[in-house]
């Protein structure tokens, strides 16, 4: 039966912990799985531009041997010149797995109904699993371990916030949201991780101003206060916004040594300063390399190549 990644809601705690263990030997040694995809191929099914979702997905599929095939917004015009539903029937006649960037996720969601292969989301407007995982991935290499750790995360309810919730909720991170009045995530995402991370002995906490989220935080993270699809939000939300910026003076509240994140493309200046992103704090760019490495890892899983 095959498996797709939509949400990190899909993963449990075992299968994070695979994922993790795989992009370990994924990363220490390149050349011992440079046929491990071998024959494979993978469609990227891009609605939205990109530069490290489909460099990452391009060229760890390289390094395994296998194949790539990027379809951008005008070649398949999807839901318009084809249906979701007839692309991945027909893309699952052609290749091993699809990797979908679109902005609603019922898309992905009606993707990977009707196609026979695996599906990953490689963003939509509610989740951001590959980044999530990624951002896991570097927090544990860089402090071993998630027990009685707090992340913090600074801006905008998002999709990639969603993603950290949930992710956080599944390893026992706990978490801290700092969010303007109408821009907290989703009252059900919210729920739904406490859940979860009640389970796993970790909390959740949701707050209106950034200072009160960063104290004694170990790891700042924060994303654009406007993403694609939302630019003509953006002078309102640069209002809205404007006290939730990590800088220098944020970056004193949280622990010292703290990690500070950011998915990218990073608005510097706005979110988050260029003093603060190019400090020895930052771990942005280890982020952005850990996206190929974990990649290759879900590759592996769900392409049934171990």
């Known amino acids: 039966?095959?498996?797709?990644?939509?949400?990190?809601?899909?993963?449990?705690?075992?299968?994070?912990?695979?994922?993790?263990?795989?992009?370990?030997?994924?990363?220490?040694?390149?050349?011992?799985?440079?046929?491990?995809?071998?024959?494979?191929?993978?469609?990227?099914?891009?609605?939205?531009?990109?530069?490290?979702?489909?460099?990452?997905?391009?060229?760890?599929?390289?390094?395994?041997?296998?194949?790539?095939?990027?379809?951008?917004?005008?070649?398949?015009?999807?839901?318009?010149?084809?249906?979701?539903?007839?692309?991945?029937?027909?893309?699952?006649r052609y290749v091993d797995g699809i990797v979908l960037r679109?902005?609603?996720?019922?898309?992905?969601?009606?993707?990977?109904?009707?196609?026979?292969?695996?599906?990953?989301?490689?963003?939509s407007d509610f989740s951001h699993p590959c980044q999530a995982l990624a951002d896991l991935y570097t927090i544990k290499e860089k402090l071993k371990t998630f027990k009685g750790r707090s992340l913090a995360y600074v801006g905008d309810g998002n999709n990639v916030c969603n993603s950290l919730l949930f992710a956080g909720a599944k390893v026992g991170l706990n978490m801290k949201v700092a969010a303007p009045k109408g821009y907290a995530p989703d009252p059900r995402v919210m729920e739904e991780a406490r859940e979860a991370a009640l389970l796993n002995k970790s909390g959740i906490e949701l707050f209106d101003n950034a200072q009160d989220a960063a104290r004694g935080a170990d790891v700042l993270y924060t994303d654009v206060w406007a993403s694609m699809g939302q630019e003509?939000?953006?002078?309102?939300?640069?209002?809205?916004?404007?006290?939730?910026?990590?800088?220098?003076?944020?970056?004193?509240?949280?622990?010292?040594?703290?990690?500070?994140?950011?998915?990218?493309?990073?608005?510097?200046?706005?979110?988050?300063?260029?003093?603060?992103?190019?400090?020895?704090?930052?771990?942005?760019?280890?982020q952005a390399e850990n996206r190929m490495h974990v990649q290759k890892a879900i590759l592996m899983v769900l392409l049934r190549c171990r």
């Open 102 to 123: 679109t902005f609603e996720h019922k898309n992905v969601l009606e993707m990977a109904k009707a196609a026979s292969i695996p599906v990953i989301n490689g963003l």
């Open 232 to 286: 003509e939000e953006a002078e309102e939300r640069k209002k809205a916004f404007k006290d939730f910026q990590i800088n220098k003076q944020l970056l004193g509240l949280a622990k010292e040594g703290a990690l500070v994140m950011h998915c990218l493309p990073a608005h510097r200046g706005e979110e988050i300063t260029g003093e603060v992103i190019d400090s020895k704090n930052s771990v942005v760019f280890d």
């Open 1 to 92: 039966m095959k498996k797709d990644l939509i949400s990190i809601k899909d993963l449990n705690l075992r299968e994070i912990e695979e994922i993790f263990l795989l992009t370990d030997k994924l990363k220490k040694n390149k050349a011992k799985f440079s046929k491990a995809l071998f024959g494979k191929s993978l469609a990227l099914l891009f609605q939205k531009p990109s530069n490290r979702t489909r460099v990452s997905f391009e060229v760890g599929m390289y390094q395994m041997g296998g194949n790539s095939i990027y379809l951008g917004p005008g070649e398949i015009n999807l839901g318009v010149r084809e249906s979701i539903n007839d692309a991945a029937k027909t893309l699952s």
